[in-house]
């Protein structure tokens, strides 16, 4: 248990997948304007993150392991993460309309979200166990939502603000992520005590 | 087949390397633009890798562009891709293994680049063989260009280096956040803001004509 609790606090302010790591910084600058779209794109990318872990770790174990095709990881995972979005965006289509017209262009768009792929690759390398995967996959997915709320919160307020005209637009927002970055490195000096 | 000409080989060119620089005009492929340039080794590194995928992936695609039925492309360009992305993987780790080692999760999260799926959908698609691979090509340079830009600025202030030599003889006390996390995006924004002020400058000078 206390494994499983180290395990999330890493993942997400330790070793924050967004600032520290430099996953998914694509979504991270592109859907940060408002604070509304973030939420709504952080909570789709946990659940996706959370079951494309689950789904990844047993395709991994019981199929590529045991016939020896470690090499096909990459091609296989992103199939399975492009196969999960569908379904999840079928599901939400049909059962929550209202959840599925507010997400709307993003919600494909998290096929090609690095986080995803990057959990269920790290998920093999760190050698983690099916609890511990999916454990992992959830909590990157919390580490991923509250960077993508913090910089939209951020850029709700430099909207209003009076920036140099050459800073204006993207360089703006990362000298503005760069500063939640240094923020976030104060969580480095954290030692665990399990 | 349509020919193309050396105006529109020209405008390709300028494009991908300048005008649509796909790190600092359309700001693609930031993650590993971000995570990668701590050095200059690896900027390039990831940047040739980077350059063979797209090439490569344009050229197929562009092959296939009248066989794979519209509802399925995104799969299919995916695939392709990841099949690119992994001889990638397997040529670093056999011929290059340090290289490899250092820049580790990024060669395989090549395939979620948005760059190279951006060319697939919005270049090689509808465009013929030669002039998708020469797209590809200049695309790759371009990168390769903006990264090494960004990890020359990175190393030589976060590591008093280029290249592996020390330049500034010992002295220099690195400052090392511009290596850590935090620099990357603070370089970043540093070079994008440059190249919105110089060319903010050259337009008004042509305006001025």
Do not use: H, W
């Amino acid at each position: 248990m206390l494994n499983l609790i180290s395990i999330a606090i890493g993942a997400i302010l330790i070793e924050n997948f967004v600032l520290v790591k430099f996953l998914g910084i694509c979504p991270f600058l592109g859907v940060s304007k408002q604070t509304e779209t973030s939420v709504g794109m952080g909570l789709a990318v946990i659940f996706t993150m959370t079951v494309a872990s689950a789904a990844t770790y047993a395709a991994n174990t019981f199929i590529l392991v045991p016939f020896g095709l470690e090499y096909l990881q990459t091609i296989v995972f992103i199939l399975i993460i492009a196969a999960l979005v569908q379904l999840i965006e079928m599901f939400l289509q049909k059962k929550i309309p209202s959840l599925y017209s507010s997400l709307g262009i993003y919600l494909p768009l998290i096929t090609t979200n690095c986080t995803v792929l990057g959990v269920a690759l790290l998920n093999v390398s760190k050698s983690y166990n099916f609890v511990e995967s999916v454990v992992y996959g959830f909590s990157a997915g919390v580490g991923f939502l509250i960077a993508l709320v913090l910089l939209s919160l951020i850029r709700e307020r430099i909207s209003f603000a009076d920036i140099p005209k050459p800073f204006t637009g993207a360089p703006i927002v990362l000298v503005a992520a760069g500063l939640l970055c240094m923020a976030f490195m104060g969580f480095q000096g954290l030692s665990l005590p399990f | 087949m349509k020919k193309i000409n050396k105006q529109e080989m020209k405008k390709i060119f300028l494009d991908g390397i300048v005008y649509k620089n796909p790190i600092i005009v359309q700001l693609l492929g930031m993650c590993s633009a971000l995570a990668v340039s701590t050095s200059v080794i690896n900027g390039l590194g990831m940047g040739a890798s980077v350059t063979a995928v797209l090439v490569f992936s344009n050229v197929i695609i562009s092959l296939l562009r009248n066989v794979i039925p519209n509802q399925i492309r995104i799969a299919s360009y995916i695939v392709v891709i990841a099949g690119l992305v992994t001889v990638v993987d397997m040529v670093l780790k056999a011929y290059i293994p340090s290289l490899s080692a250092s820049l580790g999760l990024f060669i395989p999260l090549i395939v979620v680049n948005c760059i190279i799926l951006a060319r697939a959908e919005s270049f090689a698609s509808k465009n013929p063989v030669l002039a998708s691979a020469a797209d590809g090509l200049a695309m790759g340079i371009g990168y390769t260009a903006a990264m090494v830009v960004v990890s020359a600025i990175r190393e030589i202030i976060g590591n008093g280096t280029i290249l592996g030599f020390d330049i500034f003889g010992g002295n220099y006390s690195p400052a090392l956040l511009i290596i850590l996390p935090p620099g990357g995006f603070l370089v970043l924004g540093g070079v994008i803001a440059l190249f919105q002020y110089v060319r903010s400058k050259t337009e008004k000078k042509e305006g001025e004509k």
